[in-house]
């Protein structure tokens, strides 16, 4: 299936505890660029908005359900 060896789900559970925290590292430094991240955040804009603003992450940008920006 997929061109997955015979025993890739025998295995599956096995090969993702051996993930480390350095190999996460690794491979977020090579693919992530945290300069073109984009953060979706969804709730209660009353309760939030203040608390987003506050924090100085970036520009907020405020959407309706549709994707179309709200002033």
Excluded at 13 to 22: G, K
Excluded at 40 to 69: F, H, W, Y
């Amino acid at each position: 299936m997929y061109g997955l060896p015979l025993d890739y789900y025998n295995n599956y559970v096995q090969s993702v505890e051996a993930v480390t925290q350095a190999d996460v590292a690794r491979v977020a430094q090579q693919y992530i660029n945290p300069g073109s991240l984009a953060i979706v955040i969804v709730g209660d804009r009353k309760t939030i908005e203040q608390g987003l603003k506050s924090t100085n992450i970036g520009p907020i940008s405020i959407r309706d359900m549709a994707g179309r920006p709200i002033q």
